[in-house]
């Protein structure tokens, strides 16, 4: 159990565990933005195989759809989130061990 000697402590940790967990929710939405980008790919080569072409061409052709470009970017946006989120909760938690050492 987890024991504060002050409330600015508290606070801090308090703080840190949201933006933890503000963190995870962004990783989970990269990893969803992630899939949908894994699954389409997969289905446009099933496709292709169907009609006789090659899977590098259909990874091409997918790579260039808007529903592939809007997962990349979600992805992208969601890994910088997360990133963003773990360096602001690193650093409270810090300040929760600077405030407790103190």
Known sequence: MLTFTNAAEQAAWTMAEALS?????AMKHAE??????????????R?????????????????????????LADHEFYMHEAS?????ATAQY??????KGR
């Open 21 to 25: 967990e503000k963190a995870f929710v």
């Open 32 to 45: 969803e933005a992630q899939e949908v980008f894994r699954k389409g790919r997969l289905a446009m080569r």
């Open 47 to 71: 496709q292709f195989k169907a009609r006789g072409l090659s899977e590098i061409d259909a990874s091409i052709r997918w790579a260039s759809t808007s529903q592939a470009q809007a997962a």
């Open 84 to 88: 963003m989120y773990n360096e602001a």
């Open 94 to 99: 810090a300040k929760a061990l600077y405030l």
